[in-house]
């Protein structure tokens, strides 16, 4: 099935963005899919005009718009934020999470990045711990389930001046911060070949674990969010280090050794109470 972008949508698109002059023409195979228990299969399109200063999201939002006016069903996908912070642009591109930029999401990766008259496959997250629910979108409450058992705290810090009074030292600090930049997009598990969930997990449990507010928890957070993402049907992770290659705020696999030592030392703990 074959379908082509109507003109006057993608100029308004390229007009909007002050490019002029041609566009690019673009080969998409975009993969569709009714509903979770449902087939699924890619559907060629044909985007012509398009501006290299959209952003992949917009190029989207444009070819849908073609696609409405044709009266034909628009193709699904997350969005939110646009700026990177959210994690919902969830899309597998040309078999990468996110796209080809290091350090980018999908609402950050710009048309520029792809040449005039390239082909482009686009899917959703591939895991079994993320179901298809239609096209582009996944399922991906499991990750909310993994914070629901144990990324939280019971201390009171207080306002800011009293959370400010407990001294913490700048390399730890730095440390909780990198952590807790993960927005739970999900790429990590597309990336792996095990399908693991190892590096989001670590990520919610370092930037709690490492602070003193959450020292109280420290031992049963990773027990519980660890057998948490097991229940989810996640894969075991073998440090193969595709996740840190394709997370959009690039945050390091050494925080999956540090939960490993996390959980060695708090079942030992439990061992002995």
Known sequence: ???????????????????????????????????????????????????????FLEMLDVLNEDLMAQGQEPIAFDSD???GICGMCSLMINGIPHGPLRGTATCQLHMRTFRDGETITIEPWRSRAFPVLKDLVVDRSAFDRIIAAGGYIT???????????????????????????????????AACPNGSASLFTAAKVAHLGLLPQGQPERDRRVLAMVAQMDAEGFGGCTLHGECQEVCPKEISIDTISRMNRDFLTANLRTADS
């Open 1 to 55: 099935m074959t379908q082509t972008v109507a003109e006057p949508a993608t100029e308004r698109g390229r007009d909007a963005h002050g490019a002029g002059g041609r566009g690019m023409h673009l080969t998409l195979h975009v993969w569709r899919q009714t509903g979770p228990n449902e087939p699924g299969r890619l559907v060629r399109y044909e985007a012509r005009d398009v501006s290299p200063d959209m952003s």
């Open 81 to 83: 934020c646009r700026e």
């Open 155 to 189: 201390a009171t810090p207080g306002g800011p001046r009293d959370a400010n009074e407990i001294l913490i030292a700048k390399p730890t600090a730095d440390e909780a911060m990198d952590a807790a930049a993960c927005i739970g997009c999900g790429a990590c598990v």
